[in-house]
T-cell receptor, first 113, second 113 residues
Framework: AQSVSQHNHHVILSEAASLELGCNYSYGGTVNLFWYVQYPGQHLQLLLKYFSGDPLVKGIKGFEAEFIKSKFSFNLRKPSVQWSDTAEYFCAVNALGDYKLSFGAGTTVTVRA | GAGVSQSPSNKVTEKGKDVELRCDPISGHTALYWYRQSLGQGLEFLIYFQGNSAPDKSGLPSDRFSAERTGGSVSTLTIQRTQQEDSAVYLC???????????FGPGTRLLVL
């Protein structure tokens, strides 16, 4: 079974700062990779996903993530955060053909106005 | 279009009582998943349905937990003889077979007193 680790538990930023959240997984085979976001009081929403192809994927709201296979990583980035990006961010992985998602513990991002 | 819906949104019950949690997936989604989100445990997979059958029940924590799906649509997660450690947010997700993205509902927050 795969496991997912997110490097930061809580990140505090000021508006316009750049954001990078780390995600590493342990699984030797082909994987699908996801970032989900949970805004305060809302449910989990898909931010972006990687199945195959270009390892740099772009998602909603200006987020992007880069899959580095050699490092088993899928880090999330945003060049300039806004107050509305305050949320909890989850990295998730499933092995190709396995529908079960394994989630990281989540990173709470607080953006100060 | 309509997303995944879950009911009730909140449930408070006494230890030892049975509870039923309901999930209405997105119309046309053949895959349905239950997860549990609790403090200290993060997001854990419980069970996966493809149509009305459950090929993967590996995440159900004990035999007090069961789930069914009827008509390839609505699913019910039942917890018998609830315990305080069952307190958590129970999340349902749905997706297309062969398409790995899972779309999450708002969850049912269960509190066992």
């Amino acid at each position: 079974a795969q496991s997912v680790s997110q490097h930061n538990h809580h990140v505090i930023l000021s508006e316009a700062a750049s954001l990078e959240l780390g995600c590493n997984y342990s699984y030797g085979g082909t994987v699908n990779l996801f970032w989900y976001v949970q805004y305060p009081g809302q449910h989990l929403q898909l931010l972006l996903k990687y199945f195959s192809g270009d390892p740099l994927v772009k998602g909603i709201k200006g987020f992007e993530a880069e899959f580095i296979k050699s490092k088993f990583s899928f880090n999330l980035r945003k060049p300039s955060v806004q107050w509305s990006d305050t949320a909890e961010y989850f990295c998730a992985v499933n092995a190709l053909g396995d529908y079960k998602l394994s989630f990281g513990a989540g990173t709470t991002v607080t953006v100060r106005a | 279009g309509a997303g995944v819906s879950q009911s009730p949104s909140n449930k408070v019950t006494e230890k030892g009582k049975d509870v039923e949690l309901r999930c209405d997936p997105i119309s046309g989604h053949t895959a349905l998943y239950w997860y549990r989100q609790s403090l200290g445990q993060g997001l854990e997979f419980l069970i996966y349905f493809q149509g009305n059958s459950a090929p993967d029940k590996s995440g159900l924590p004990s035999d007090r937990f069961s789930a069914e799906r009827t008509g390839g649509s609505v699913s019910t997660l039942t917890i018998q003889r609830t315990q305080q450690e069952d307190s958590a947010v129970y999340l349902c997700a749905s997706g297309y077979r062969g398409e790995e993205t899972q779309y999450f509902g708002p969850g049912t927050r269960l509190l066992v007193l």
